[in-house]
């Protein structure tokens, strides 16, 4: 008996709709990771673009429990001499919600071509509008929320 490998070509790939509104950040990017990689299919390879695309709306209202909101900070660098940024979450909840979330989700993608490529497969927005009607994304259903 040989085992079973799926094609590219195999591969059927739908859309979902997910309302991040009341939702934990880190259930949220950890469920939305595991269908953009395609680990809720029967039919996973490690190896191979399996996923599924997801829409996220609502990203303004997604929840930061605990004091992360005041607590956590995102940091980068300009690339200039002394360019070291400090930005905390709660500027960045208000200014760019959407931007929080897909980094939330891409750090639990893999860190490599294929990780760079499943990143494309994610679309974030603040409010409740999002412009994929014509893709009939089906509504995703956060575990663990209620």
């Known amino acids: 008996m040989k085992t079973f490998m799926p094609k590219q070509a195999d591969v059927s790939t739908k859309w979902w709709v997910v309302d ?9 990017a950890s469920q939305v990771a595991m269908v953009i990689r395609g680990k809720n299919k029967p039919t996973y390879t490690p190896h191979a673009d399996m996923g ?4 996220v709306i609502n990203c303004d209202k997604v929840l930061l429990t605990g004091n992360k909101l005041n607590q956590k900070v995102y940091r980068y660098h300009t690339m200039y001499p002394g360019g070291d940024k ?11 919600s959407d931007f929080v979330v897909a980094k939330a989700i ?10 760079r490529k499943l990143c494309k497969k994610l679309r974030t927005y603040k409010g409740a509008e999002h412009e994929h009607q014509a893709q009939n994304p089906e509504v995703l259903k956060i575990k663990g929320v209620r």
């Open 52 to 55: 599924d695309y997801v829409i």
């Open 86 to 96: 400090e930005v905390k979450y709660s500027k960045l909840m208000k200014e760019k």
């Open 20 to 28: 991040a509104t009341d939702v934990p950040l880190g259930r949220l």
């Open 106 to 115: 891409k750090g639990m993608l893999p860190k490599n071509t294929l990780g």
